[in-house]
């Protein structure tokens, strides 16, 4: 089974700062990890995932992610914020094997201030 | 590419009544769908995993002769509330997946409010 851990349920930052999304999971396989995003009354949007090969992952919009196995984190991180970029972030985890059902963390609340 | 919708977006009803929400993958076959509850301000929580032409997998917790559901054709499956209560108001999100790709593509989602 696996487990994922958002340690930060709400995270506030001023517009053009970076910030730091922290992910930490728990899985006695290997696992694919994922970021997804999901804005007010909206499902959710794949964000950027790690499958297997370079351990940093970048979306379009300008967030990357590195995979790092000895620590056990999938931190998301931006160099600088929009306000746009104001939504909730979801880091979720599913093994290789069997069903891959995804584990959602608790979700970090993003805000940008201006 | 890989659309999935629901429908419908929003739904409100009587306590009592039975509720259907859909879940339509529109540009893929998908051999297994999710269906997700989300209360306000939390997680998405796995309700059951079901494929196309067999019956769907309950996540323990979850009654299955409450949350009906149906995979019946490729690219569709339902999830039908039953006798719903208030405290079954929550959103409801259902992904699809293609064969054994490792990427679950998600739907909008579907409010609903009983009263």
């Known amino acids: 089974a696996q487990s994922v851990t958002q340690l930060d349920s709400q995270v506030p930052v001023f517009e053009e700062a970076p910030v730091e999304l922290r992910c930490n999971y728990s899985?006695?396989?290997?696992?694919?990890l994922f970021w997804y995003v999901q804005y007010p009354n909206q499902g959710l949007q794949l964000l950027l995932k790690?499958?297997?090969?370079?351990?940093l992952v970048e979306s379009i919009n300008g967030f990357e992610a590195e995979f790092n196995k000895s620590q056990t984190s999938f931190h998301l991180r931006k160099p600088s914020v929009h306000i746009s970029d104001t939504a909730e972030y979801f880091c979720?985890?599913?093994?290789?094997?069997?069903?891959?059902?995804?584990?959602f963390g608790q979700g970090t609340r993003l805000t940008i201030n201006p | 590419g890989a659309v999935v919708s629901q429908h419908p977006s929003w739904v409100i009803c009587k306590s009592g009544t039975s509720v259907k929400i859909e879940c339509r993958s529109l540009d893929f076959q998908a051999t297994t769908m999710f269906w997700y509850r989300q209360f306000p301000k939390q997680s998405l929580m796995l309700m059951a995993t079901?494929?196309?032409?067999?019956?769907?997998?309950?996540e323990q917790g979850v009654e299955k002769d409450k949350f009906l559901i149906n995979h019946a054709s490729l690219t569709l499956s339902t999830l039908t509330v039953t006798s719903a209560h208030p405290e079954d108001s929550s959103f409801y999100i259902c992904s699809a997946r293609q064969g054994a790709r490792n990427e679950q593509f998600f739907g909008p989602g579907t409010r609903l409010t009983v009263l």
């Open positions: 790690y499958l297997s090969g370079s351990t």
């Open positions: 899985s006695s396989v290997s696992v694919y």
């Open positions: 079901s494929n196309e032409g067999s019956k769907a997998t309950y």
């Open positions: 979720a985890v599913c093994g290789l094997e069997g069903a891959q059902k995804l584990v």
